[in-house]
């Protein structure tokens, strides 16, 4: 059963590009998982330092190892979430 996960990110203007480039590192890191099924960033229109990020895993379980993984605490858990301003997530399990 997927698992997908949608994330709002939003960071100041000025720590925009810090947080593209982290992302985007992130985005390739996390489609060479076994259990990632899809990872998608987008930049939200006319929302300087918003950011929208999709995510599916095969499992929870996947995604549980998703963010157990060395780039994840790196990327994320100390580049990105540090610089963030407001962060909501929303998870969801396919029918």
Sequence with gaps: MSYAVVA???CA???EPAVRAALLTMREH???????EAYEVHAVADEPGGFLLY????DRAGFEAHKAAG???E??????WPLLTDRSVTFAEAL
């Design 55 to 58: 995510e599916r895993y095969a």
């Design 75 to 80: 990327l994320i858990v100390e580049t990105v």
């Design 8 to 10: 709002h990110y939003r």
């Design 71 to 73: 780039h994840f605490r």
């Design 13 to 15: 203007p000025a720590d």
């Design 30 to 36: 996390t489609r060479a998982e076994p259990a990632n």
